[in-house]
């Protein structure tokens, strides 16, 4: 049987507030265990919560950008449910009035489609503490300095359907809250949360199947395998004429393996209903046009100046545009280096795999955009070859220096351009090679002879101890060969 | 109105309140008392009635977003059940 | 010393008659030496009180003094207090010293006022005999010569029988449907739950947050205006609290009377009051009939219905806000638990009494998926019609007269085996929670030589008012100085 696959998101956008969203704790990362929990992070008796008028902010800016609706009065709600992490017994939440109304966001899919994804709602809420599940003695440690701090909670319409439009929606979003600056969206701390819903449908049917919820994927690439693994799974049961459970699933990215979480209630029961420490949160249009004055440029109108005001392509444009920091990073090379495109290719390039060899995000690469850009200049106007520049990034990322110029200069990388220098070389090279020289001159077809130009260039940068211009060479011997 | 064992169990559950057998007894009574009282409601005529949650017709004020808060973990652990290395210890959680 | 109201005791404070290391000492004596009778404190504080006192008279000394600075009083064991237990009468907080200060208990700690201790309630304030309490019962000082003991209403039974006791001139309190009016009649003092929003609840350990509010016990009106001028305002820490300038409540006590026009809701002289205490509620409008105040019956159509939709949005409320006892961060932990479950269960099981577990339950059960329309949202409709029977009897007139209870102080043990029979001891108060509008209790004779309580419900914010006719009234009459018998 063909199935059609039906996959819908809920993400947790960790909002970069100073502070938490009911107290003025702060939410700076790394703090010791519970050194920015308060009494009212707490939930201690008497204490109340008051709302961070930047979470809203934060919120609203969201909610411009993928063009939703702004909840004009949101109200807060309980969610009823006891657990270690949720000091007060009940988490607040928006249920019914959320500050974001439906929107949308267009993906730009690898075959060039263009997907558009609806987005349901957006609510903001308060995130929970962390167990720590290392063995004091048998128990379970827990640390609230996380708990309070603002989320806005993203869910989509089950609108993709296919692990690569879902991912592409994923990095999309990551992109617009980056860009945005309302989330730092490093996924390894948990600052930007998918929960993926999938479910399947016999091909061309209305009805839809019964759906699972994968919760916590922590990298764009586990969330691909995720859905690949989950799409199976239901898939090998419902073609075994079984019936898919709706439940919560927990990936391991690691074994690509999933399992049902354990619930000792079967059906949980939120109780929602409006919390009476908080009042409706009216949003006016002067709160609306401040936070429309705060947007910055988005991913979309970035990849179209890109490619206006640095002749890039498609592709890269959209590659360089997505992440904020990248496309910053990208701009100052550019600025630097004299040449948009081939700062473009370096970016994504060299800069890009250095970084994923070690792991590190773009706000943690050892070069700056400005090094890279001067390293780019010196490529452009021929002072060093490819090959040699890819040795000058290597001293720039390790820190044996913090300038192109200085590197060229200590390892003697400087490309030799003195044409007469150059000259001499060819000859002494195509005096040593008469039989090569016979055949080239004998070939008739140009392609042919290009190619075998080639065989000359090896002798002729070893001659020059690598330091020839091959552009130079190339142009030195056509006008020779050929006279 | 009355409310069932069944009931009691399920609400005792999500409350997180142990109730034994005996206690169940009463609680049928006690709760369905209650829950007659209660039911007086149903007789209102609440058509077009917006429901209230609030007393007052008051807006929502916003806090700044200034770190006011410091850290107090010593004051707040002293009066708490079971700490170590800074961290609210409980029976392990299995997720 | 201890037959005087804080205004007498202020006066002689700063006359030098007395100071308030003498004043307080005299007072805890007091305590010692009376309460053995009542139960009324959970908490005596000597020592902090003694400090206070001394810190004090340095600043009556140093010229710094407000009405307050060196004034005894006592606090509710619901209002947090930095450094001193604050239990909320229950086993799951005995052991809870919190380390930090509620709104109002920083206003009177900032006023110079010095807190004796913290008065017995029932269990989270959630009763109205103050049977509920883990710490025993409170005995009304009324009626104890008869070799009954009654009760003296509840939830705040400790603060009401403490100043009729005459152990403080003066003790905060909360009201959620009756807490403060109701003890205040049974015990013949005067207390004041004021508009929903005009006291932080900060620092106030919550039950029902729509529903209660922090307000004033003492014997005369003057010192509950005292009182409220320091705990009324705005606080930025309570989302619910009203930015709105507060008035010297003392400023407008004297005004004349004349012309004041009351309503009497008829469905509050229904057959459930008896006709003992009518004649009581009436002699005394006719006091103020006599005082210049015009009168009408005026009807609050929805009133009936108030207390069953009380007893679901409290219990709703109460159910997510007790959820935070869970014997992690603070108060009771069960015994070695086997497992979270057992944690959860075991520790609420144990730390609440019975009272709190019932509307624990019964909250949840009126929130819970398929009641949730039929219980909670029906109710939240049903209390906007009551609020709208305020808001039309207030086109007509400036306050509102009625019973506070439907009998005189009862006798222990006589209602606590049925709750709903206990529940509908408040059908004359809750709905001013309901609505939000402030209401006082004012001492208006006696019934079998027990106190009772003339209820006057104001507009939102008209506290000035309600001070002002309960002050005139307190002029002409002298129930509110009657000593327990």
């Not at chain 1, 990095?171 to 600056?181: F, N, Q, W």
């Amino acid at each position: 049987m063909q199935w059609d696959i039906v996959i819908g998101l809920e993400i947790h956008v960790q909002l970069a507030t100073k502070t938490k969203i009911f107290s003025g704790s702060s939410t700076a990362f790394g703090a010791g265990p519970n050194t920015q929990a308060s009494a009212i992070d707490l939930a201690m008796p008497g204490t109340l919560p008051v709302p961070n008028e930047q979470a809203f902010r934060y919120a609203v800016m969201f909610g411009l950008a993928v063009d939703a609706e702004i909840g004009r009065r949101s109200v807060f709600d309980h969610k009823n449910y006891f657990y270690p992490d949720l000091p007060r017994g009940s988490q607040i939440t928006q249920m019914d009035h959320p500050i974001v109304g439906p929107g949308f966001v267009d993906v730009d899919l690898a075959d060039g489609r263009r997907k558009r994804v609806r987005i349901h709602h957006a609510h903001l809420e308060e995130d929970a503490g962390k167990s720590l599940h290392e063995d004091y003695h048998g128990m379970t440690g827990i640390d609230l300095n996380r708990a309070g701090t603002p989320l806005i909670e993203v869910v989509t319409e089950p609108d993709m359907t296919s692990a690569e439009e879902a991912v592409g929606f994923a990095r999309k979003l990551h992109s617009l809250v980056t860009s945005l600056g309302i989330c730092d969206g490093d996924m390894s701390q948990g600052s930007l949360r998918f929960d993926v819903n999938i479910s399947l449908k016999p091909k061309g049917s209305d009805t839809l199947g019964t759906r699972t919820e994968t919760k916590n994927l922590n990298s764009f690439r586990y969330m691909e395998q995720a859905i690949a693994h989950e799409v199976e799974r239901q898939m090998d049961i419902l073609e075994d004429g079984g019936q898919v459970v709706q439940e919560t699933r927990l990936y391991n990215g690691e074994r690509d393996e999933s399992r049902s979480m354990r619930t000792k209630e079967e059906a949980n029961d939120y109780r929602y209903f409006p919390c009476p420490d908080l009042l409706p949160v009216v949003i006016d249009d002067a709160f609306i046009q401040s936070a429309r004055d705060l947007l910055p440029e988005l991913p979309d109108d970035r990849k179209a100046r890109f490619k206006e005001q640095y002749g890039l392509n498609d592709y890269d444009a959209g590659l360089l545009s997505a992440d904020a920091r990248l496309a910053a990073f990208f701009e100052e090379t550019a600025k630097h280096g004299q040449d948009a495109k081939l700062a473009a290719n370096w970016v994504l390039g060299e800069f890009s795999a250095w970084l994923n060899a070690e792991d590190k995000t773009v706000s943690e690469a050892p070069i700056t955009g400005l090094q890279l850009g001067q390293l780019v200049a010196r490529i452009a106007d021929n002072t060093v070859s490819s090959s040699g520049a890819k040795k000058v990034f290597e001293a720039l990322w390790n820190g044996d220096s913090d300038n192109a110029d200085a590197v060229i200069e200590s390892q003697g990388l400087k490309q030799v351009s003195d044409t007469g220098a150059l000259e001499k070389m060819v000859d002494d090279v195509l005096a040593e090679m008469p039989d090569q020289v016979a055949q080239y001159q004998q070939e008739q077809d140009p392609k042919k002879q290009k190619k075998m130009l080639g065989g000359f260039m090896g002798p002729l940068m070893k001659a020059s101890k690598g330091q020839g211009n091959p552009k130079l060479f190339n142009e030195i011997l056509v006008r020779k060969l050929g006279g | 109105m009355s409310i069932s064992r069944e009931d009691i169990e399920k609400v005792a559950v999500l409350a997180r309140i142990r109730v034994d057998d005996a206690q169940i007894s009463a609680l049928e009574s006690d709760l369905g008392n209650i829950l007659n009282l209660v039911d007086e409601l149903s007789a209102a005529d609440t058509e077009n009635i917006e429901p209230l949650s609030h007393p007052l017709d008051a807006v929502q004020r916003l806090r700044a977003d200034e770190v006011t808060e410091t850290n107090r973990r010593e004051a707040f652990q002293a009066i708490a059940p079971a700490t170590e290395d800074g961290l609210y210890l409980v029976p392990r959680v299995i997720e | 010393m201890h037959n005087k109201s804080v205004a007498e005791l202020s006066r002689d404070l700063e006359s030098g008659n007395v100071s308030s290391v003498e004043l307080t000492r005299d007072f805890l004596d007091r305590i010692k030496s009376e309460d053995t009778k009542y139960n009324s404190f959970i908490t005596v504080s000597e020592e902090q009180a003694l400090a206070d006192a001394k810190a004090a008279d340095e600043q009556r000394a140093a010229g710094n003094a407000t009405v307050w600075t060196g004034v005894p009083f006592a606090h509710k064991d619901l209002f947090c207090t930095e450094g001193v237990a604050t239990t909320a009468g229950s086993k799951m907080l005995a052991n809870f010293v919190p380390p930090y200060d509620g709104t109002v208990t920083a206003n009177f700690r900032q006023a110079g006022a010095v807190c004796l201790g913290k008065t017995n309630m029932d269990e989270f304030a959630m009763g109205s005999s103050n049977e509920s309490s883990f710490f025993g019962a409170v005995t009304n000082p009324w009626g104890l010569s008869n070799e009954q003991k009654r009760v003296p209403g509840g939830s705040s039974g400790g603060s009401a029988a403490a100043v009729a006791a005459r152990l403080v001139p003066a003790a905060t309190a909360t009201d959620t449907g009756g807490s403060i009016r109701q003890p205040a009649a049974l015990c013949g003092i005067t207390g004041l739950k004021p508009t929903y929003g005009r006291v932080s609840r900060y620092g106030i350990i919550s039950f029902a947050s729509s529903l209660e509010q922090g307000g004033t016990m003492a014997r005369t009106a003057e010192d509950n205006a005292l009182m409220l001028n320091i705990m009324a305002g705005f606080d930025p820490k309570d989302s619910t609290c009203v930015d709105r300038a507060v008035p010297d409540y003392t400023a407008t006590l004297n005004e004349p009377l004349k012309g004041l026009k009351i309503g009497l809701p008829k469905e509050y002289f229904s057959d459930q009051l008896s006709p003992a205490m009518e004649e009581q509620v009436r002699n005394a409008v006719k006091e103020y009939e006599a005082l210049g105040a015009t009168v009408k019956e005026v009807s609050l159509p929805n009133a009936r219905l108030a207390v069953a939709a009380y007893y679901v949005i409290a219990p709703a409320e109460a159910s997510a806000n007790l959820a935070r006892y869970d014997g992690v961060r603070f108060g009771y932990r069960c015994e070695n638990p086997k497992d979270l479950d057992d944690l959860y269960t075991r520790t609420r099981a144990e730390g609440f009494g019975p009272e709190v577990k019932r509307r624990i339950l019964v909250g949840t059960y009126a929130l819970s998926a398929g009641y949730y329309d039929a219980y909670f949202l029906k109710a939240q409709k049903v209390r906007r019609l009551i609020q709208q029977d305020f808001i039309n009897a207030f086109k007509d007139v400036d306050v509102l007269m009625s019973p506070v209870s439907p009998s005189p102080a009862f006798v222990q043990g006589e209602k606590s085996s049925d709750p709903v029979n206990m529940y509908l001891e408040d059908i004359f108060t809750i709905a001013a929670n309901l609505a939000g509008v402030p209401a006082m209790s004012v001492p208006a004779g006696f019934v079998d030589g027990l106190p009772v309580g003339l209820q006057i419900i104001g507009d939102y914010f008209d506290e000035a008012r309600l001070l002002n006719a309960a002050h005139q009234f307190q002029q002409v009459t002298d129930w509110h100085q009657a000593l327990p018998r």
